[in-house]
């Protein structure tokens, strides 16, 4: 057996730690059958902990506190059941950043104007040993040491709720410094601090007037002596090159102004150190690079650039010309009629501009926008065959992975792959397009489970959850954008949005086994269904104030995408009593009264019940969500009720062909429905449909991301008239859950996947699906095949952890870790699908 390296909280580069106590986690390689751990010990600081515990996942720090900038080496090594230990891991170096108001001397600057461009000069001695660059910005910002771009960061220091939380970001730049004199410079932008936000024109500088820096430089020298520069009232300011940049409608580059002059001096700027906050996950970064697929030329003439893919970054031209002359670049998710479509990008210009400079070649990206796009245009001097697409988003690491024997199904997987990509920049967005972009509460609340299997988002998602707490008003309430640029209109309790600050939480408990990120939230968690109840009164049911309901039914009218088939109540105080009874099991894992939660649960469930369903189980509405809510959420009282909503369920499913009958919050609980009672038949024949509405309509249209409306482009190859359209939103890509869990068949069945439920389903004409997870405690992965009258499936099981089986026509059955081959009968229906008890 052997150990990885042990990681810091969920970073990959704990370089500027924000944590003074952070947790580790290990990860245990053994191919040893049914391999455990019986304790621990950790070595750090030339101090060794001998901890008799079988935990690996965010175990607690055994030492001191780190202190500010301390950097520490860290081993660990395991012993099994039988008493062996195994060899020391690979050491693991983390170093603290700056924890405290008191540890900064640097203070912000702002230029006095309009000015970009800022440098200070610094003289360094010989002998560096090390140096750190800790930098923010109200803006977004680039940093130079003597004139090389420090860090690989887009967009820092990213988007947060700005009035609370202020991130900065840790460098190591001793390789840059040189003896003598250095300059060390920056470039300020508007990004989300002051540029424009928000839809219908939308409301600039939502968070200040001014753009400002602040940067300090810690050098440590081989005696051992620390000098620090940092922003301050000797550093000067010019104009730049940009002459415009927006998040919507791009960037504007004038190349003959990258000499700047006319420097003068900053204004220092008065701005709350105790803000300020170290990441929690990993930077957004340049993660690819995609080439034309096609250069074609539209009806009027304009050249047209296919990436064949629809992502999120921006264009990296090549130009060759004159001064003064001009590449112009819009960007579109699809074409209409052989020209871009830029309808949908509503007020965004999506446009950027480069000037040209007048040199022999000159390569030009911009610096802080981005757009969604797989359409652009080019005009002026570029040769459209130079041009690449930089993808851009956090830079999370892929964690799970599915294929199966249906080609339409595995490009549907893959479009929610790219949507998750596209829409996870620095914070989960709606859309990454047009004059929106915001961090709906609602359309990560229903995609959570899918994201954490994809990627390693717990880092990330920790960062919006600050936020989201921050930002929750007095009463409970939670904003349904976070960070919140709406403001008060936006700040209302409305089912599956505010229930994110529920049940976001409890995902990510349940797919990282972060208990610690459960106890930080705890708190908004019980404020926020405090409220609902209140608002419930003492009838318990949720049935008043403004709600989305089931938003984007496919029935509802392009111009009313909240008036679904369901009605509003139900969908309100079915998530009520879901959410209650969420805070009854948090508050169990914390140790905390659970009581009044369960009991009020069971209150709005019996309320829901009494108003709602009929004696025999109809719900009221008849409605796909309305009964797949009532199912999942465990609404119906009696056997013969679930029994009726399951097959009632399935019936109205197939009176409307089997296509979709569901809307953002119905979609994620639909087939999870269908399966739970009995009626996996049902669900794949909805998964498979391929005329509109369907999920894989959209494949066979040609889409490479999810869209927001099922009929985001009609049939005839035109967009949907309606206002609000995108091509890249992850939303109804909810059901790669169900793939990864049922199809697959991998699901947690404990926190973190402790212990890990093995449970596929297979149905219609597949013969084959494979789901491959980086659970924390390793790879685990189930693959089946079928043959006429055979089910074969592979399972590995990570060392530590164990398995509960389900297969087809078998009795469960528990498994330890280790790699697995069954072979079992198969006859087609699995007949434990049975309906509910």
Same mark, same amino acid.
């Given at each position: 057996?052997?150990?990885?390296?042990?990681?810091?909280?969920?970073?990959?580069?704990?370089?500027?730690?924000?944590?003074?106590?952070?947790?580790?986690?290990?990860?245990?390689?053994?191919?040893?059958?049914?391999?455990?751990?019986?304790?621990?010990?950790?070595?750090?600081?030339?101090?060794?902990?001998?901890?008799?515990?079988?935990?690996?996942?965010?175990?607690?720090?055994?030492?001191?506190?780190?202190?500010?900038?301390?950097?520490?080496?860290?081993?660990?090594?395991?012993?099994?059941?039988?008493?062996?230990?195994?060899?020391?891991?690979?050491?693991?170096?983390?170093?603290?950043?700056?924890?405290?108001?008191?540890?900064?001397?640097?203070?912000?600057?702002?230029?006095?104007?309009?000015?970009?461009?800022?440098?200070?000069?610094?003289?360094?001695?010989?002998?560096?040993?090390?140096?750190?660059?800790?930098?923010?910005?109200?803006?977004?910002?680039?940093?130079?040491?003597?004139?090389?771009?420090?860090?690989?960061?887009?967009?820092?220091?990213?988007?947060?709720?700005?009035?609370?939380?202020?991130?900065?970001?840790?460098?190591?730049?001793?390789?840059?410094?040189?003896?003598?004199?250095?300059?060390?410079?920056?470039?300020?932008?508007?990004?989300?601090?002051?540029?424009?936000?928000?839809?219908?024109?939308?409301?600039?500088?939502?968070?200040?007037?001014?753009?400002?820096?602040?940067?300090?430089?810690?050098?440590?020298?081989?005696?051992?002596?620390?000098?620090?520069?940092?922003?301050?009232?000797?550093?000067?300011?010019?104009?730049?090159?940009?002459?415009?940049?927006?998040?919507?409608?791009?960037?504007?580059?004038?190349?003959?102004?990258?000499?700047?002059?006319?420097?003068?001096?900053?204004?220092?700027?008065?701005?709350?150190?105790?803000?300020?906050?170290?990441?929690?996950?990993?930077?957004?970064?340049?993660?690819?690079?995609?080439?034309?697929?096609?250069?074609?030329?539209?009806?009027?003439?304009?050249?047209?650039?296919?990436?064949?893919?629809?992502?999120?970054?921006?264009?990296?031209?090549?130009?060759?010309?004159?001064?003064?002359?001009?590449?112009?670049?819009?960007?579109?998710?699809?074409?209409?009629?052989?020209?871009?479509?830029?309808?949908?990008?509503?007020?965004?210009?999506?446009?950027?501009?480069?000037?040209?400079?007048?040199?022999?070649?000159?390569?030009?990206?911009?610096?802080?926008?981005?757009?969604?796009?797989?359409?652009?245009?080019?005009?002026?001097?570029?040769?459209?065959?130079?041009?690449?697409?930089?993808?851009?988003?956090?830079?999370?690491?892929?964690?799970?992975?599915?294929?199966?024997?249906?080609?339409?199904?595995?490009?549907?997987?893959?479009?929610?792959?790219?949507?998750?990509?596209?829409?996870?920049?620095?914070?989960?967005?709606?859309?990454?397009?047009?004059?929106?972009?915001?961090?709906?509460?609602?359309?990560?609340? #229903?995609?959570?489970? %899918? !994201? =954490?299997? &994809?990627?390693?988002? /717990? @880092?990330?998602? +920790?960062?919006?959850? $600050?936020?989201?707490?921050?930002?929750?008003?007095?009463?409970?309430?939670?904003?349904?954008?976070?960070?919140?640029?709406?403001?008060?209109?936006?700040?209302?309790?409305?089912?599956?949005?505010?229930?994110?600050?529920?049940?976001?939480?409890?995902?990510?408990?349940?797919?990282?086994?972060?208990?610690?990120?459960?106890?930080?939230?705890?708190?908004?968690?019980?404020?926020?269904?405090?409220?609902?109840?209140?608002?419930?009164?003492?009838?318990?049911?949720?049935?008043?104030?403004?709600?989305?309901?089931?938003?984007?039914?496919?029935?509802?009218?392009?111009?009313?995408?909240?008036?679904?088939?369901?009605?509003?109540?139900?969908?309100?105080?079915?998530?009520?009593?879901?959410?209650?009874? #969420?805070?009854?099991? %948090? !508050? =169990?894992? &914390?140790?905390?009264? /659970? @009581?009044?939660? +369960?009991?009020?649960? $069971?209150?709005?469930?019996?309320?829901?019940?009494?108003?709602?369903?009929?004696?025999?189980?109809?719900?009221?509405?008849?409605?796909?969500?309305?009964?797949?809510?009532?199912?999942?959420?465990?609404?119906?009282?009696?056997?013969?009720?679930?029994?009726?909503?399951?097959?009632?369920?399935?019936?109205?499913?197939?009176?409307?062909?089997?296509?979709?009958?569901?809307?953002?919050?119905?979609?994620?609980?639909?087939?999870?429905?269908?399966?739970?009672?009995?009626?996996?038949?049902?669900?794949?024949?909805?998964?498979?449909?391929?005329?509109?509405?369907?999920?894989?309509?959209?494949?066979?249209?040609?889409?490479?991301?999810?869209?927001?409306?099922?009929?985001?482009?009609?049939?005839?190859?035109?967009?949907?008239?309606?206002?609000?359209?995108?091509?890249?939103?992850?939303?109804?890509?909810?059901?790669?859950?169900?793939?990864?869990?049922?199809?697959?068949?991998?699901?947690?069945?404990?926190?973190?996947?402790?212990?890990?439920?093995?449970?596929?389903?297979?149905?219609?004409?597949?013969?084959?699906?494979?789901?491959?997870?980086?659970?924390?405690?390793?790879?685990?992965?189930?693959?089946?095949?079928?043959?006429?009258?055979?089910?074969?499936?592979?399972?590995?099981?990570?060392?530590?952890?164990?398995?509960?089986?389900?297969?087809?026509?078998?009795?469960?059955?528990?498994?330890?870790?280790?790699?697995?081959?069954?072979?079992?009968?198969?006859?087609?229906?699995?007949?434990?699908?049975?309906?509910?008890?």
């Amino acid at each position: 057996m052997d150990i990885a390296a042990p990681r810091f909280e969920h970073l990959d580069e704990p370089l500027g730690l924000g944590e003074s106590r952070p947790r580790l986690s290990w990860i245990i390689n053994s191919e040893s059958p049914g391999w455990r751990q019986s304790a621990y010990e950790i070595s750090a600081r030339g101090e060794r902990v001998l901890v008799e515990s079988a935990e690996s996942v965010l175990v607690p720090w055994p030492f001191a506190p780190l202190a500010a900038r301390e950097r520490v080496e860290v081993g660990v090594r395991v012993r099994d059941a039988e008493g062996a230990w195994s060899d020391w891991s690979p050491p693991a170096v983390a170093e603290a950043g700056l924890l405290a108001p008191a540890d900064w001397t640097a203070r912000f600057v702002a230029p006095p104007g309009e000015e970009q461009l800022l440098r200070g000069e610094f003289t360094v001695r010989p002998a560096v040993a090390s140096a750190r660059l800790y930098a923010t910005a109200l803006g977004v910002y680039e940093i130079e040491l003597n004139g090389v771009t420090v860090g690989d960061h887009v967009m820092a220091p990213g988007w947060t709720s700005y009035t609370h939380r202020l991130r900065y970001q840790t460098y190591d730049v001793t390789t840059l410094l040189r003896p003598g004199s250095n300059t060390l410079g920056a470039i300020l932008a508007e990004g989300w601090y002051r540029g424009r936000l928000g839809f219908q024109g939308g409301t600039v500088a939502v968070y200040g007037e001014r753009l400002a820096l602040l940067a300090q430089l810690e050098i440590t020298y081989a005696d051992g002596t620390v000098q620090r520069y940092g922003t301050g009232p000797d550093w000067q300011c010019a104009p730049g090159p940009i002459l415009a940049s927006g998040i919507y409608d791009g960037e504007t580059h004038d190349a003959r102004l990258r000499t700047p002059t006319g420097w003068r001096p900053v204004d220092p700027l008065e701005h709350d150190l105790s803000t300020l906050v170290a990441p929690t996950g990993p930077p957004v970064r340049r993660t690819r690079e995609l080439t034309p697929v096609e250069i074609l030329t539209s009806p009027s003439g304009q050249t047209i650039l296919d990436f064949g893919q629809n992502l999120v970054g921006r264009l990296r031209v090549t130009a060759r010309g004159q001064a003064g002359e001009r590449v112009v670049l819009r960007h579109a998710e699809v074409l209409e009629a052989g020209e871009l479509s830029i309808r949908p990008l509503r007020t965004a210009a999506a446009t950027d501009v480069y000037i040209l400079r007048g040199d022999p070649e000159e390569v030009w990206e911009p610096r802080f926008t981005f757009h969604g796009f797989r359409y652009a245009s080019v005009e002026g001097p570029v040769d459209p065959a130079l041009v690449r697409a930089v993808v851009c988003h956090t830079d999370m690491e892929r964690t799970g992975h599915f294929e199966c024997s249906d080609a339409l199904v595995n490009r549907l997987h893959e479009n929610v792959v790219w949507s998750m990509r596209g829409n996870f920049l620095d914070l989960p967005t709606d859309c990454p397009q047009r004059d929106e972009r915001l961090g709906w509460t609602g359309d990560l609340q #229903v995609f959570t489970p %899918a !994201a =954490a299997f &994809l990627h390693d988002c /717990a @880092g990330m998602l +920790t960062s919006w959850l $600050a936020d989201l707490a921050a930002e929750q008003a007095p009463s409970g309430a939670v904003p349904v954008v976070v960070p919140n640029v709406l403001g008060e209109r936006a700040v209302i309790a409305a089912a599956g949005w505010g229930d994110a600050a529920v049940l976001v939480p409890w995902t990510l408990f349940q797919r990282y086994g972060d208990a610690g990120l459960l106890e930080r939230q705890f708190p908004s968690m019980r404020r926020y269904v405090d409220h609902v109840a209140e608002l419930a009164g003492d009838g318990r049911l949720w049935d008043g104030g403004y709600q989305f309901g089931d938003w984007l039914d496919p029935a509802a009218p392009p111009d009313k995408p909240g008036d679904g088939r369901t009605p509003k109540e139900v969908v309100a105080t079915a998530y009520l009593a879901h959410s209650a009874k #969420v805070v009854a099991e %948090a !508050a =169990a894992v &914390l140790g905390q009264d /659970a @009581g009044p939660y +369960t009991a009020l649960s $069971a209150q709005v469930r019996q309320a829901f019940a009494d108003a709602y369903v009929s004696p025999e189980g109809m719900v009221l509405g008849d409605s796909a969500t309305g009964y797949a809510l009532a199912l999942r959420f465990d609404l119906l009282p009696t056997r013969e009720q679930r029994v009726f909503a399951g097959e009632r369920l399935a019936r109205v499913l197939a009176d409307g062909g089997h296509h979709i009958a569901t809307g953002f919050l119905g979609t994620p609980e639909v087939c999870d429905a269908l399966t739970e009672a009995g009626q996996v038949e049902a669900a794949y024949r909805l998964l498979l449909q391929r005329e509109c509405p369907s999920w894989l309509y959209a494949v066979t249209m040609g889409a490479t991301t999810i869209w927001e409306r099922w009929d985001s482009m009609l049939p005839d190859g035109t967009v949907n008239p309606g206002e609000m359209t995108s091509f890249n939103h992850y939303a109804f890509g909810a059901v790669a859950d169900w793939l990864h869990r049922v199809v697959a068949g991998i699901a947690p069945a404990a926190p973190g996947y402790r212990r890990i439920l093995l449970s596929p389903r297979p149905g219609a004409d597949l013969t084959y699906a494979k789901a491959t997870l980086r659970t924390p405690y390793g790879t685990a992965e189930l693959s089946w095949t079928l043959t006429k009258n055979t089910m074969t499936t592979n399972a590995v099981i990570p060392p530590n952890t164990t398995a509960l089986v389900t297969l087809p026509h078998t009795p469960p059955f528990e498994i330890q870790s280790g790699t697995y081959h069954w072979t079992t009968p198969w006859t087609g229906r699995d007949s434990t699908d049975n309906p509910p008890r």
